[in-house]
């Protein structure tokens, strides 16, 4: 093994290569979003070739409109090494008012042995020609959520490197103490980051846990399992991790999404699909995406606004504007139709189960690839 993935990628702005764009893309998915000080929309998710392998790219696009009108292949993260593949990106804007883009890379095939999560800094995501920094090699694994800045001032990144049935195995016995959900951490706001602690569980796979900082200063862990959502508790600071089972939360084995609001309250936004709690067949079924509310850090959620039914749903990622809007982008069937939508809600209307903001809505479509599918080549 060559180790591609641990190299430089390239940055790719507004390419003309129709593969790198919607009308030539195949597939396509696995969404993020975040907003700037000055209310710019950026986006991003992944795409290339015909499905999750080598030769995949990130996908940044941007919205200086609200989400009404967005670019096409405003910038790509692509690795020059075909063997290699750039994946699950993250956006997050840190105090600073920076812009991070986090994403995964790994050789031959889906699953190398390590990965590792990189990132790349805009430091003026506002300007009219904003420029990312070089890019940085992080830590091991994946990261698909955004990071938790700490009470403290600290800052957690939830990157996980897989060991489970579903794929490989381990390439790289020397990072045996890393193979789970973990933490790496910085205490310089972005300039180091270190690996702090990690936990284990059954049932775990892929992971992709966020981790929120409860209001008795005790972190709150939540992870994908085969079956549910998974958690565990620390408290100190995420040096180690306690009380590691199951949240009761359902789960149709996909990634979910918790935010702490700006009023203290917490979002969850989950498939509820009410047959996944009697027959287990239904576990895999990803529809019925739901928005909570928790006004008591996560022991009961109130309120359920249905953002989406149908089958072929899944990932949602969201951030809160000063207004109170929250954003919400998610994926719809990701070989087929291929969309990556919007909905953008406020707590009111999740606590009334409806939409009742003049200035909310559901299932905005913000891109959708047209490139020719596999069977018709």
Not at 225 to 239: P, V, Y
Not at 352 to 364: A, N, P, V, W
Request: aromatic residues 10%; charged residues 25%.
């Amino acid at each position: 093994m060559n180790m591609g993935s641990m190299t430089t990628p390239r940055l790719l702005w507004q390419p003309e290569n129709e593969k790198y764009l919607s009308a030539g893309r195949r597939w396509q998915g696995i969404p993020g979003i975040e907003r700037t000080r000055n209310g710019r929309l950026y986006a991003a998710w992944y795409s290339g070739m015909t499905g999750e392998m080598t030769g995949n790219f990130v996908i940044v696009e941007k919205s200086d409109d609200d989400g009404r009108t967005w670019t096409d292949g405003f910038l790509i993260i692509e690795h020059e090494d075909a063997n290699v593949r750039c994946f699950d990106p993250a956006l997050w804007m840190d105090p600073q008012g920076r812009l991070w883009v986090f994403w995964a890379q790994s050789e031959h095939g889906q699953f190398d042995g390590r990965h590792g999560v990189w990132a790349a800094v805009c430091s003026h995501p506002d300007a009219d020609s904003p420029e990312f920094s070089v890019p940085r090699f992080l830590a091991n694994g994946v990261m698909l959520n955004k990071p938790t800045v700490l009470s403290n001032g600290d800052w957690l990144l939830p990157c996980s490197l897989w060991y489970n049935s579903t794929v490989s195995g381990p390439g790289h016995p020397e990072l045996e103490k890393e193979w789970g959900a973990n933490f790496y951490l910085s205490k310089d706001q972005g300039r180091t980051f270190s690996y702090l602690s990690g936990f284990t569980m059954p049932d775990q796979i892929f992971d992709e846990h966020s981790v929120i900082e409860l209001k008795d200063g005790r972190l709150w862990a939540l992870i994908r399992l085969k079956h549910g959502i998974g958690q565990a508790f620390s408290r100190d600071m995420g040096k180690t991790w306690e009380n590691i089972g199951h949240s009761g939360h359902p789960g149709p084995n996909s990634r979910f999404n918790i935010t702490r609001l700006k009023n203290g309250d917490l979002l969850f936004i989950n498939h509820m699909n009410p047959t996944c709690l009697v027959s287990p067949s239904d576990w895999a079924r990803r529809d019925n995406l739901m928005a909570m509310i928790s006004k008591d850090d996560g022991k009961t959620w109130i309120g359920g606004l249905m953002l989406d039914t149908r089958e072929g749903i899944s990932y949602p990622d969201a951030v809160e504007a000063p207004d109170g809007r929250i954003y919400v982008i998610y994926d719809y069937s990701r070989y087929r139709e291929r969309e990556i939508l919007m909905a953008v809600i406020r707590p009111e209307d999740i606590l009334e189960g409806g939409i009742i903001s003049g200035d909310t809505y559901l299932r905005r479509v913000i891109n959708k690839a047209t490139g020719k599918l596999p069977n018709e080549a």
